[in-house]
């Protein structure tokens, strides 16, 4: 039997080549056309398109997404206790991947000749068995990057790569949809009877139609090239670990704790301005085909600051740039919520520097969160990628429920009035103008000072990381050479 190498000279600790970085980066462009699709305009289809109540989706979005939440966690307790021939967490990115995309086409495929009842039931059991799948492909997604490597920088050249697939898909997406939902204005403008109305919803669910489709074939190439690309490195004392070892790992892991906590926080913020964003475009600034523009300024801030996070990760440390981030959210969500609708620029220039923020929270995060694998594996001795991230999941799944809801809830508290027989075409009150500005500014600004407060105890830091992992690994170097021949 071969003996790994020391600590020092691990393969893990490689430089990874240009193929794997790109194509871990190419697995969340895949992830975010399913997941960016339902969290931007799953609230808008819902209400305008297929017309349920925004209440009735509120409610909804709260009960889906807890159930995705514990999907995460089923999710990594399965990872945890396979081991393939291809690996850990490849199997499920490759067969997962088309089964997921195509769940996505019938969330957005909400049949026309139900009644509100049954369309309200379908909308339930398409939108949760599309949160269980997306679990099964995207824990194993996200714990790979913790098995690809056990380098900081390399590690952070992942998340940066992460990051920009995460906003390319993203951007892509609501440029697509934007772009054609804008040009159905003067149809939606000329709607004056139920007919019209019929017609205007046929013509918007056959753009939604089209791109779930393609988005079929498209995010399945990409999830493939993930699997071809990124394989795991990272040397395990146990193949498989089995529910009580799992426990054991989580309930002595500090680390993992405070950073759950702190983007649990975060994340709602960011959570509940997906699904308002549409609103936001159509409402405040008059052209939902703006959405697009708003998510190229807001998320596409990534692929002008993606490229220097790890440079930024080894100048301050991932700990420093994680704690410090959200002042750029506090501040931009600030200036949002005041910004007048006709001043565009002001706009766009508050989302650019709210999106600083949201670029570095979640790309410093999962580089946080992959670290954490090990520390928990040295206190341990017990290496649980699958129930660290799945973990980690679920927090940012309970954060989209309560985001999305607290989102919707915000346009009803606010009297939003949604598009009906016999209003087919409503003018909205001031109110739901205030909450829609206020879930796209404020709420984000409040969530991170809550996110920054708590992060301040995270125990942490690179240095410390470092220690950690090569005392782990000294350690499976001696056991295995205890029980070599």
């Given at each position: 039997?071969?003996?790994?190498?020391?600590?020092?000279?691990?393969?893990?600790?490689?430089?990874?080549?240009?193929?794997?970085?790109?194509?871990?980066?190419?697995?969340?462009?895949?992830?975010?056309?399913?997941?960016?699709?339902?969290?931007?305009?799953?609230?808008?289809?819902?209400?305008?398109?297929?017309?349920?109540?925004?209440?009735?989706?509120?409610?909804?979005?709260?009960?889906?997404?807890?159930?995705?939440?514990?999907?995460?966690?089923?999710?990594?307790?399965?990872?945890?206790?396979?081991?393939?021939?291809?690996?850990?967490?490849?199997?499920?990115?490759?067969?997962?991947?088309?089964?997921?995309?195509?769940?996505?086409?019938?969330?957005?495929?909400?049949?026309?000749?139900?009644?509100?009842?049954?369309?309200?039931?379908?909308?339930?059991?398409?939108?949760?068995?599309?949160?269980?799948?997306?679990?099964?492909?995207?824990?194993?997604?996200?714990?790979?990057?913790?098995?690809?490597?056990?380098?900081?920088?390399?590690?952070?050249r992942l998340v940066s790569a992460r990051v920009i697939g995460a906003g390319l898909g993203g951007v892509v997406l609501t440029y697509v949809i934007g772009h054609f939902v804008s040009g159905l204005r003067e149809q939606k403008a000329a709607i004056e009877t139920s007919g019209d109305l019929?017609?205007?919803?046929?013509?918007?669910?056959?753009?939604?139609?089209?791109?779930?489709?393609?988005?079929?074939?498209?995010?399945?190439?990409?999830?493939?090239?993930?699997?071809?690309?990124?394989?795991?490195?990272?040397?395990?004392?146990?193949?498989?670990?089995?529910?009580?070892?799992?426990?054991?790992?989580?309930?002595?892991?500090?680390?993992?704790?405070?950073?759950?906590?702190?983007?649990?926080?975060?994340?709602?913020?960011?959570?509940?301005?997906?699904?308002?964003?549409?609103?936001?475009?159509?409402?405040?600034?008059?052209?939902?085909?703006?959405?697009?523009?708003?998510?190229?300024?807001?998320?596409?801030?990534?692929?002008?600051?993606?490229?220097?996070?790890?440079?930024?990760?080894?100048?301050?440390?991932?700990?420093?740039?994680?704690?410090?981030?959200?002042?750029?959210?506090?501040?931009?969500?600030?200036?949002?919520?005041?910004?007048?609708?006709?001043?565009?620029?002001?706009?766009?220039?508050?989302?650019?520097?709210?999106?600083?923020?949201?670029?570095?929270?979640?790309?410093?995060?999962?580089?946080?969160?992959?670290?954490?694998?090990?520390?928990?594996?040295?206190?341990?001795?017990?290496?649980?990628?699958?129930?660290?991230?799945?973990?980690?999941?679920?927090?940012?799944?309970?954060?989209?429920?309560?985001?999305?809801?607290?989102?919707?809830?915000?346009?009803?508290?606010?009297?939003?009035?949604?598009?009906?027989?016999?209003?087919?075409?409503?003018?909205?009150?001031?109110?739901?103008?205030?909450?829609?500005?206020?879930?796209?500014?404020?709420?984000?600004?409040?969530?991170?000072?809550?996110?920054?407060?708590?992060?301040?105890?995270?125990?942490?830091?690179?240095?410390?990381?470092?220690?950690?992992?090569?005392?782990?690994?000294?350690?499976?170097?001696?056991?295995?050479?205890?029980?070599?021949?």
């Open positions: 039997m071969a003996r790994p190498a020391t600590a020092q000279g691990l393969r893990s600790l490689e430089h990874l080549p240009v193929r794997t970085v790109l194509g871990y980066g190419a697995g969340d462009f895949a992830c975010n056309l399913a997941f960016s699709l339902s969290t931007a305009f799953l609230l808008y289809y819902y209400t305008d398109v297929a017309g349920i109540s925004a209440a009735a989706v509120g409610t909804m979005f709260l009960v889906v997404r807890l159930w995705d939440a514990v999907a995460d966690l089923l999710a990594g307790r399965l990872v945890d206790s396979t081991m393939t021939r291809w690996g850990k967490f490849r199997p499920f990115i490759m067969f997962g991947a088309a089964p997921l995309l195509f769940l996505s086409f019938l969330t957005f495929r909400v049949p026309t000749s139900f009644d509100d009842g049954m369309k309200l039931v379908y909308a339930y059991a398409t939108y949760a068995v599309l949160g269980l799948v997306y679990s099964l492909v995207n824990i194993p997604y996200g714990s790979l990057a913790s098995a690809v490597t056990q380098s900081v920088h390399e590690r952070a019929i017609a205007y919803q046929a013509a918007v669910q056959g753009v939604f139609t089209k791109v779930t489709l393609a988005f079929v074939l498209i995010g399945t190439a990409a999830f493939l090239f993930t699997a071809w690309a990124c394989r795991e490195r990272v040397v395990r004392a146990q193949p498989r670990v089995g529910a009580r070892e799992t426990v054991a790992t989580l309930r002595s892991n500090r680390p993992l704790a405070y950073l759950c906590t702190s983007s649990f926080f975060y994340l709602i913020g960011v959570s509940a301005v997906g699904g308002s964003t549409a609103f936001y475009a159509q409402y405040v600034l008059g052209d939902i085909a703006l959405v697009g523009l708003m998510t190229l300024v807001n998320t596409g801030v990534v692929f002008v600051v993606g490229p220097f996070i790890p440079r930024i990760v080894d100048r301050f440390g991932k700990k420093t740039v994680f704690q410090y981030c959200g002042v750029f959210t506090v501040v931009g969500g600030v200036g949002l919520f005041f910004a007048p609708g006709d001043v565009f620029w002001f706009v766009l220039l508050t989302l650019a520097v709210k999106g600083v923020g949201t670029t570095l929270i979640n790309s410093v995060m999962f580089g946080l969160e992959a670290d954490t694998v090990e520390y928990g594996e040295w206190k341990t001795g017990r290496r649980a990628e699958g129930a660290t991230y799945a973990l980690f999941s679920f927090t940012r799944k309970v954060t989209q429920s309560l985001g999305g809801a607290l989102g919707a809830w915000a346009l009803a508290a606010g009297g939003y009035l949604a598009a009906t027989s016999e209003n087919p075409n409503p003018v909205q009150p001031d109110s739901a103008i205030i909450a829609i500005k206020a879930t796209m500014g404020l709420l984000p600004a409040v969530c991170a000072v809550l996110a920054m407060l708590v992060f301040a105890r995270y125990p942490l830091s690179d240095a410390l990381f470092r220690q950690v992992r090569d005392v782990t690994e000294a350690r499976k170097a001696a056991q295995t050479q205890e029980v070599a021949p």
